[in-house]
């Protein structure tokens, strides 16, 4: 059981009513009315991190003023204020299971990924664009970096901050998250509010509907503005609606859990994937729960389980701690086998131990 912090304040205003369905997305579940679930407090919980900057230095939003001092004025329409514009940074298997659930609840996607996905953004309804400079110059209100684990620090550090609004929202949904943490405090400008999440779900698992999944959040850095405070509510209310169990969790605290929740069952699913498993006549249900156990961690790309690995500091001691049970496991097992061929082997015909037993 993933241990939370409390997060439900009743002092926050309640929510600005969903926007209105998109054309062609009405049927779709996510639009169903849901209550708003979610009224977290954004408290700093990290507050020493406020308007911390990095070693390197920040880096900071230069020519975006006027453009967004106009936008903002814009958003003051009570739809546009519901209505977020996201980017997806990393528009990959994740990046567009998360950009179809983002564009059914109403708010504009954009994405941008290596390659291109302008076929797929164009069937969510999202925009993709190749360049990364034409896509900061749309102005997002959050950027959810959706890399994998291995290219986020090289991806966050191609972006032209330069172009965004000054108070974006940077969003992760990275498996592991001290690293995120620590690479958006150190790379982006003060200026930035920092949001880390793990959504902790996937195409697979979160097939039939987000209800009742774990989000985990940290509101790492976010501005004291109660702008800043809506922004980072509406886009953690994309997930409430859609009825997640959200857990504000520090990245460290999560991190120790999720060495043991996710890089165990992924080592598992993987390790069983090796013995090639096939469905039989005869399936029991434990049986079938490791065939779907292999199916949930396999349609994962290899990239997302090796940064589970490379990027949780507990991963290590987790892969010993295996291999330590398993050995243990087979010493108890062919311990009792050879103890059992011992009787065998000295017992007498009659029922008694032979004479060359007694000695052993
Ligand atoms: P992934 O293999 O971890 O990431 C794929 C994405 O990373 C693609 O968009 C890909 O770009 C991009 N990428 C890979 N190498 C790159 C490089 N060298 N330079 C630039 N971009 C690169 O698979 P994923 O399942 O889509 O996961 C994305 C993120 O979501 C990961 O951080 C993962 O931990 C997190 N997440 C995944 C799940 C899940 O169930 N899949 C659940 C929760 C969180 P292209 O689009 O160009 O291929």
């Known amino acids: 059981m993933i241990p939370t ?10 929510l ?18 849901k209550p708003a679930l979610f009224n977290p407090i954004f408290r700093l919980t990290t507050s020493g991190l406020l ?41 990959g298997n994740f990046g567009q299971y998360l950009a179809r659930t983002f564009a059914a609840q109403g708010h504009a996607v954009i994405g941008h990924s290596r390659s291109d996905h302008s076929a ?38 191609s972006l032209p901050l330069q ?15 001290e690293f995120p943490r620590n690479l958006l405090l150190q790379l982006l400008p003060p200026e ?10 996937g195409p697979e698992s979160g097939k039939h509907g987000w209800s009742g999944l774990p989000f985990v959040y940290d509101n790492v850095r976010i501005g004291d503005s109660e702008d800043r ?29 999720a060495a043991e929740i996710q890089f165990l069952t992924h080592t598992v699913g993987r390790l069983l994937a090796k013995l090639d498993l096939k469905p039989t006549p005869i399936n029991t249900k434990g049986y079938e729960t490791l065939l779907e156990l292999v199916e949930n961690t396999c349609s994962d790309s290899f990239d997302l389980y090796n940064g589970l690995f490379m990027y949780n500091n507990n991963s290590t001691e987790l892969l010993e701690r295996l291999e330590l049970a398993f050995n243990s496991l087979r010493k108890e097992l062919f311990g009792r086998l050879h103890v059992n061929l011992r009787k065998q082997l000295f017992q007498s015909p009659d029922g008694g131990s032979s004479p060359g037993a007694e000695e052993n």
Do not use: W, Y
């Open 120 to 157: 797929a953004a164009r069937s969510l309804g999202a925009a993709f664009f190749r360049d990364p400079h034409d896509l900061c110059e749309q102005h997002p209100d959050v950027v959810v970096l959706c890399t994998s684990i291995l290219s986020t620090e090289a991806v966050l550090r």
């Open 163 to 177: 172009r965004l609004r000054r108070s974006t929202l940077f969003v992760d949904v990275l498996s592991v998250k």
């Open 51 to 91: 308007r911390r900057t990095g070693a390197g230095g920040a880096v900071r939003a230069m020519d975006a003023a006027q453009v967004f001092d106009r936008e903002s004025g814009a958003s003051d329409e009570p739809d546009q204020r519901a209505r977020l514009k996201i980017a997806i940074v990393g528009f």
């Open 16 to 33: 600005p009513p969903p926007p209105p369905p998109r054309r062609g997305l009405r049927n779709m579940p996510s639009l169903r009315p």
């Open 192 to 201: 930035f509010d920092i949001l880390c999440t793990h959504p902790m779900f």
């Open 229 to 257: 405070a809506n922004r980072c509510r509406r886009f953690l209310d994309i997930f409430a609606r859609e009825g997640c169990r959200m857990v504000e969790m520090s990245c460290t605290e999560h991190d120790e859990n």
């Open 5 to 14: 912090r409390s997060r439900f304040a009743s002092a926050c205003p309640p």
